[in-house]
């Protein structure tokens, strides 16, 4: 696709419930990369995908936190049992190449808000 | 840790003024630094990217350098427009992406 594409921009849950967050990356892109933003700060980082692989997940801030990309393309990040504190933009970003000199495209977020 | 601090947080200016956003990083081993711009309830628009070998990057009315041993970066705007009113991010490149908390600018028709 031309963009980073994100779904759904916007999404409401009760607390204890699940979500589940997609991100479709620009095709062809070998890298793809969650963040997370909370209001009024920067993006903090959640984990990074090199095709199928995840080979960082060190940002994601519990176990109720789980990112796949079985294909190498389209990823999902799933939280189960959401809380208050997990309000916030999740933002997915793409690189074309394993090459860091290549800049990141990012999507337009979800933004989730759990009451 | 890497750790990116942006200065100003805000930044209010009259249309027609020239500007200068400030971002310093801790870490110098950095791969390139990108600045960015996030309008309200939008993600992050990528504006230049400069990579650690360059000093600088220019585009349209955009100016960005780089100092790695100083761990600084400046983003020049020029000739600023009601339209560049956005909150700025810069980012760092080390082993992974660190950002700023951002410059929010509001430019003053």
């Known amino acids: 696709g031309a963009g980073v594409s994100q779904s759904p921009r916007y999404k409401v849950a009760k607390r204890g419930q699940d979500v589940a967050l997609r991100c479709d990356p620009i095709?062809?892109?070998?890298?793809l990369f969650w963040y997370q933003q909370a209001l009024g700060q920067g993006p903090e980082f959640l984990t990074y995908?090199?095709?199928?692989?995840?080979?960082?997940k060190s940002g994601l801030p519990s176990d109720r936190f789980f990112a796949e990309r079985p294909e190498g393309s389209v990823s999902t990040l799933k939280i189960q049992r959401t809380q208050q504190e997990d309000s916030a933009v999740y933002l997915c970003?793409?690189?074309?190449?394993?090459?860091?000199?290549?800049?990141?495209?990012f999507g337009s977020g979800t933004r989730l808000t759990v009451v | 840790k890497q750790e990116v601090t942006q200065i100003p947080a805000a930044l209010s200016v009259p249309e027609g003024e020239n500007l200068v956003l400030n971002c310093s990083f801790t870490?110098?081993?950095?791969?390139?630094l990108q600045w960015f711009r996030q309008d309200p309830g939008k993600g992050l628009t990528s504006l230049l990217l400069?990579?650690?070998?360059?000093r600088e990057q220019t585009s349209g009315r955009l100016n960005a350098s780089l100092d790695k041993s100083s761990g600084r970066s400046t983003l020049y705007i020029a000739a600023s427009q009601p339209g560049d009113s956005a909150t700025y991010l810069c980012?760092?490149?080390?082993?992974?992406?660190?950002f700023g908390t951002g410059t929010r600018l509001t430019v003053i028709p």
């Open positions: 970003a793409s690189s074309l190449s394993l090459d860091r000199n290549y800049g990141y495209t």
């Open positions: 095709s062809g892109h070998v890298s």
């Open positions: 995908f090199q095709n199928e692989a995840q080979l960082d």
């Open positions: 870490d110098s081993a950095i791969y390139n």
């Open positions: 400069i990579q650690s070998s360059q």
């Open positions: 980012a760092a490149y080390t082993n992974n992406l660190f």
